[in-house]
């Protein structure tokens, strides 16, 4: 056997492969594949943005006594920057002025991802930076958070680093 055809004395039988599947059935296929992916990509964005905004709330370093701050905090997933799943910014104590910030705030920043898939986890009141400067955890545990859980859900599915 030489090259894929069998020698018989000095000439060779060739055979031809033709495909019967169309282009058409191969791209669908292919694009199936991918829109799975993403599917998966986003659910568990979902499921680390809950547990990000369950880590924040629980575990935030600080004396609230409005309840502003820990109403801003809350996630969004978007898509090519449409929104496919936000976080209600439920309000905790009386504070729904924190509530409003954070879905502001979020909603601004969903305009700087216009493409790919992304999650984006917020604090929206204005002094949460400084809250945070002073060394009180805001976001800062969500972060870490983050930063082991996606890289462990691309892993999972088959995604390298670089």
Same mark, same amino acid.
Request: net charge positive.
């Given at each position: 056997?030489? =090259?894929?055809c069998r020698?018989v004395?000095?000439?060779?039988?060739i055979?031809?492969?033709t495909r019967?599947?169309?282009?058409s059935?191969?791209?669908?296929y292919i694009?199936?594949?991918?829109?799975?992916?993403?599917?998966v990509?986003i659910?568990?964005?979902?499921?680390v943005?809950e547990k990000?905004?369950n880590?924040?709330r629980?575990?935030? =370093?600080?004396?609230d006594?409005?309840g502003?701050?820990?109403s801003?905090?809350?996630?969004?997933?978007?898509?090519?920057?449409?929104?496919?799943?936000m976080s209600?910014f439920s309000?905790v104590?009386?504070?729904?002025q924190?509530?409003s910030?954070g879905q502001?705030f979020?909603?601004?920043?969903?305009?700087?991802?216009?493409k790919?898939?992304c999650?984006?986890?917020?604090?929206g009141?204005n002094?949460?930076?400084?809250?945070s400067?002073k060394g009180y955890?805001?976001?800062?545990s969500?972060?870490?958070?983050?930063?082991?859980?996606?890289?462990q859900?691309l892993?999972k599915?088959?995604?390298?680093r670089?």
């Amino acid at each position: 056997m030489v =090259g894929g055809c069998r020698c018989v004395t000095n000439s060779c039988l060739i055979m031809s492969i033709t495909r019967l599947t169309p282009d058409s059935h191969i791209d669908n296929y292919i694009t199936n594949l991918v829109q799975r992916k993403e599917q998966v990509i986003i659910r568990n964005l979902c499921y680390v943005g809950e547990k990000c905004l369950n880590e924040a709330r629980t575990n935030g =370093g600080y004396y609230d006594q409005t309840g502003n701050l820990r109403s801003s905090i809350g996630y969004v997933v978007v898509v090519d920057g449409n929104v496919i799943q936000m976080s209600s910014f439920s309000t905790v104590k009386q504070g729904k002025q924190g509530a409003s910030d954070g879905q502001e705030f979020v909603k601004q920043l969903i305009s700087k991802f216009p493409k790919g898939i992304c999650l984006i986890v917020v604090a929206g009141m204005n002094y949460a930076s400084y809250v945070s400067a002073k060394g009180y955890n805001v976001l800062d545990s969500s972060e870490l958070l983050a930063e082991k859980l996606v890289p462990q859900m691309l892993s999972k599915l088959g995604f390298r680093r670089k």
